[in-house]
């Protein structure tokens, strides 16, 4: 072989190398903070549908700017909008604010605000 098939046999090598490292970095990090990041979507999805569930059209609810913030053990704090139907059919935007528990796997909503 070669002194330049060497050399270009060496150079793939150490990109190949680098990008092993690259995709273990990134799936590490991915790994970090998953139960925090299930129970924050998990938090978001149950105090929508305790939202919903207290709708008069819950079918033509439109979410959004919704955050959360907290975790599993300390439990999570859902914010947002709804926009939807009322009663005479106008479309109207409601702020909501969720208080998620963790009992077990299982949420428990208390909705702390609803304007």
Do not use: W
């Amino acid at each position: 072989m070669n002194r330049a098939a060497k050399k270009n046999r060496l150079h793939i090598g150490k990109e190949f190398a680098v990008l092993v490292i690259a995709i273990c970095g990134a799936s590490l990090m991915a790994s970090c903070g998953d139960d925090d990041l299930d129970a924050r979507t998990d938090a978001r999805v149950a105090c929508q549908d305790a939202v919903e569930a207290r709708m008069k059209s819950p079918s033509t609810a439109k979410f959004g700017g919704v955050s959360t913030d907290g975790g599993r053990d300390s439990g999570v704090t859902v914010t947002g909008y709804v926009d939807a139907q009322n009663t005479f059919g106008a479309s109207k935007r409601t702020d909501f604010a969720c208080l998620v528990d963790f009992v077990g796997d299982s949420p428990h909503v208390r909705i702390t605000g609803l304007e």
